[in-house]
């Protein structure tokens, strides 16, 4: 789908809002009807075809005294998914009594199979049929969803020449919509999520291929399981199985591919469950976990072989302590999050409680496989915070520690601003991977790519650039050569951690004399208190630095090197700084001699002289 066919949708449908529910629904409401009634339409859509054929055999099953009918009929109607009542959206369309159209849509609903009405359930849509119904917009609302103008369908529609008049709308293109019309409703009535976005096709694409061609050639006849811990509508699984698959084939190698993941918001569950029954993935659909996955944790006994997210940033995670029963985020137990680590007897991985992301990238660490000889890989989208927020000891720092010493984090890349549809700010790639080729064995790769950007025709919501084809190419190539170069350079592990060490003055009185306690130990004066970061690539070490960087200018320092701690850090715009080049002399003074020209008895004018 274009882009334009995609401006041509969203409008379509966000125009069905404002002509059908602007006079009964406040706009923070229109949610609630619009996006279950483009999830049922789009299903209706994918069932057409088959609806007689489906009628057929359940008049046979009735026939025959049989019960359970859903298999049968889904098999007839060749999906996951079937409708056994007698009716389409296209039929109901035409009632034009109230009640008896209530009443038709209502048995329209209950028809379906039992997975399409878990689905209809998370979008809680059946309390506002009573009110549609009452206000007389349920037959509008039915008749603008059938308009021969949009498709909702998997499938494209052909014109009498065979041509395509409107193209099919596969799953990602369905997750877009869906997030364009969210992002509107939510600025309508002046809400924001922050931290939770839908991932743009061009960017999932750059994931998928980071994680699967570096190990194409690594790809056997095998079972390879792909996880999202926030799978949203589904779309990076969905194309991150689609890419696995085409490399497999490419190869000649027959592999079984299964997606797994999880999704807090019920809307966006329901759509994702949708949408893979519309792919025929009945089977995996139970993969798709229901909650929070930092306190609900969906497949906590699994591991994977490829984990692919874009987790939320900047939004507070003080419900997941409420589910876990407590009121402090030291009371938290769970081993994917509190480990034991080195001389720590107890590990602390928990970051602040107003950003869970580093929680994300945590619990996929702790859902690597470590006895195959693949390994996993994780490829997560994050904001800049996770680079470097957090003091030294901090859960921030920690997850970066655990992660770096362990020589999990094989690079990091910086993209673009503006590559979402409703954030504007930096993100970053990160991949993780527990089998690192030798020559990458203790070492970092940072990859500059805020300059490989293509400019969007027209925004869509904040995103005004992309990745093209070549563009990412670019990317992956600059990663695989693993060479230093303009946009690339590599570090050994430790040029990321620091020794955090407190710095104090002594306490002293008005006469300037130091003030001791009882054992004739120097008080320390809380407001002198300082720190120091110290590199862990410092030659000599600790004491070194003191002796070079403190003592000299600070001669009464109290320092007690036992107390240092451990953090680490990376900063990008330290190693890819470009200083603004400066004007030349002659520059200025052309100017300067430009503008006398132009203003030359301009003063006289003004004067009146």
């Not at 008005?510 to 120097?522: A, F, H, S």
Request: hydrophobic share 35%; with cysteine; aromatic share 8%.
């Amino acid at each position: 789908m274009s882009q334009e066919q995609h401006n041509q949708l969203v409008s379509f449908i966000w125009n069905i809002a404002n002509d059908v529910l602007v006079n009964d629904y406040n706009k923070g409401e229109y949610r609630k009807v619009i996006l279950p009634m483009m999830v049922i339409r789009r299903l209706d859509a994918v069932l057409e075809p088959t609806k007689e054929v489906v009628m057929a055999t359940k008049a046979t099953l009735d026939k025959s005294g049989v019960l359970d009918q859903d298999v049968a009929l889904c098999s007839a109607a060749g999906q996951a998914f079937c409708n056994k009542s007698p009716f389409t959206l296209k039929q109901l369309k035409a009632r034009t009594n109230r009640q008896q159209l209530k009443l038709d849509f209502t048995a329209y609903l209950d028809g379906f199979s039992s997975n399409v009405l878990k689905i209809i359930e998370h979008f809680e849509l059946r309390p506002q049929i009573e009110k549609l119904s009452n206000q007389g917009l349920l037959g509008m609302l039915i008749e603008k969803f059938v308009d021969p103008r949009i498709n909702l369908s998997n499938q494209p529609i052909l014109d009498d020449e065979g041509n395509v008049k409107l193209p099919a709308l596969d799953n990602h293109s369905m997750g877009t919509v869906f997030e364009e019309l969210l992002r509107r409703f939510n600025e309508e009535n002046n809400v924001t999520e922050a931290g939770e976005h839908f991932t743009p096709r061009d960017i999932v694409e750059l994931m998928a291929d980071i994680a699967f061609i570096p190990v194409a050639d690594k790809i056997t006849d095998n079972t390879y399981l792909i996880y999202d811990g926030a799978c949203g509508t589904g779309g990076i699984l969905t194309k991150s199985e689609e890419r696995i698959n085409q490399l497999a084939k490419k190869a000649n190698k027959k592999i079984n591919t299964h997606i797994y993941g999880q999704e807090k918001q019920p809307e966006t569950f329901a759509t994702c469950q949708a949408d893979l029954l519309i792919k025929g993935d009945g089977e995996e659909a139970p993969h798709i976990a229901l909650g929070s996955t930092i306190s609900e944790d969906g497949h906590s006994s699994m591991t994977f072989d490829f984990l692919i997210s874009n987790p939320p940033f900047g939004t507070p995670w003080k419900k997941d302590l409420e589910n876990w029963g407590y009121k402090d985020k030291k009371e938290i137990t769970d081993t994917r999050f509190i480990t034991t680590y080195k001389e720590d007897t107890e590990y602390s991985m928990v970051p602040n409680i107003g950003d869970p992301q580093m929680l994300f990238l945590a619990n996929s660490v702790s859902k690597m496989k470590h006895t195959t000889e693949f390994g996993s890989r994780i490829v997560e989208v994050h904001n800049g915070s996770s680079l470097f927020t957090g003091n030294a000891g901090g859960g921030e720092s920690n997850i970066r520690r655990y992660i770096i010493e362990n020589d999990l984090l094989e690079a990091i890349v910086a993209m673009p601003e503006k590559m979402f549809y409703n954030t504007g700010i930096a993100t970053f790639l990160w991949i993780v991977t527990n089998r690192k080729s030798k020559e990458r064995e203790g070492k970092v790769q940072l990859i500059d790519a805020t300059k490989l950007k293509s400019p969007l025709r027209k925004n869509l919501g904040e995103k005004n650039c992309e990745f093209t084809k070549d563009i990412r190419k670019q990317i992956l190539k600059i990663y695989m050569d693993f060479k230093p170069c303009e946009e690339c350079k590599i570090f050994d592990n430790e040029e990321f951690g620091y020794w955090e060490v407190v710095v104090d003055r002594p306490l002293r009185n008005e006469d300037g004399d130091i003030i001791t306690d009882k054992k004739g130990k120097p008080k320390t004066d809380s407001k002198l208190r300082d720190k120091e970061q110290i590199p862990l690539t410092y030659e000599g070490g600790i004491e070194a630095f003191l002796q070079k960087e403190v003592y000299p200018y600070v001669p009464d320092a109290i320092i007690d090197i036992d107390s240092a701690v451990v953090g680490y850090e990376l900063s990008f715009t330290k190693y890819f700084y470009r200083p603004i080049e400066l004007r030349s002399i002659a520059e200025i003074k052309a100017d300067i001699a430009a503008i006398e020209r132009d203003t030359d008895g301009l003063l006289n004018l003004i004067l009146g002289d």
